[in-house]
């Protein structure tokens, strides 16, 4: 799967890293910016099939790459866009997901050593998927139960809801966990009726399960 790509990142050593990285796996980089406001222009003069972005960027260093990547999805919905951050943040991970849930991802800078695991994440974002790093879904479930309906949920159906999150499918969840596909397809029926969410014309329930496990 061949991907037109276009690159966001300060740091001149690693957006040059990414640059050869994907030409050398046969990926066209679109172009390779240092800062938000480039990304934007680049974007609206030539889109890309996905974006890889810096969450953080000059000139502040707080949140420029990540609001950037906010209105890329705003503006043009067709662009996956894939984050990399030095931290997990949980406002922007639930900001990033959004109401559609698809052609998005949130990864460590780690992550990025991990070839493979990148470049898996960069072909499913850039496949209509979505990709989040175990270690952001990790801290994002680490937080108290207290009137929390995720509380309702087996450690199974975590693990399950666990694995929907980071964008698996029924069958790449039944792989991680050594289960069979009935057999996650059955904890995922038992999960959207935990969370109590019915079936409705127009949605995903995978999405606004994800969604809940996100924002709850």
């Known amino acids: ?15 040059e890293g990414l640059v050869r990285l994907l030409a ?17 222009g680049a974007v609206e003069k030539d889109r890309p099939d996905v974006v890889v972005a810096d969450v953080r960027m000059p000139p502040t260093h707080s949140d420029e790459g990540i609001v950037a990547a906010l209105e890329i999805r705003r503006r043009w919905p067709a ?12 406002r922007h991970a639930a ?3 959004g109401d559609e849930g698809a052609k998005v991802g949130y990864l460590l800078k780690d992550r990025v050593a991990q070839v493979g695991e990148f470049l898996d994440a960069l072909e499913r974002v850039g496949a209509g998927g979505a990709a989040f790093d175990p270690e952001v879904v990790r801290q994002l479930l680490a937080r108290g ?12 159906e975590r693990d399950v809801l666990d694995a929907m999150a980071e964008g698996l499918t029924n069958a790449g969840a039944a792989e991680r966990l050594r289960m069979s596909v009935s057999a996650v397809e ?6 959207f009726g935990k969370l109590g969410i019915a079936e409705a ?13 996100l924002g709850s």
């Open 201 to 213: 014309a127009g949605y995903s329930r995978r999405v606004l399960a994800i969604l809940r496990y």
């Open 95 to 97: 900001q990033l997901i």
């Open 145 to 156: 139960t207290r009137a929390d309906p995720l509380a309702r949920l087996t450690p199974r």
């Open 24 to 40: 050398d796996e046969g990926h066209e980089v679109v172009a390779a910016v240092g800062d938000a406001r480039a990304l934007l």
């Open 1 to 15: 799967m061949s991907l037109r790509v276009t690159i966001a990142e300060d740091s001149a050593l690693l957006r």
């Open 79 to 90: 662009v996956g866009v894939l984050v990399l951050s030095q931290y997990v943040e949980r």
């Open 186 to 191: 059955k904890h995922v029926a038992s999960i």
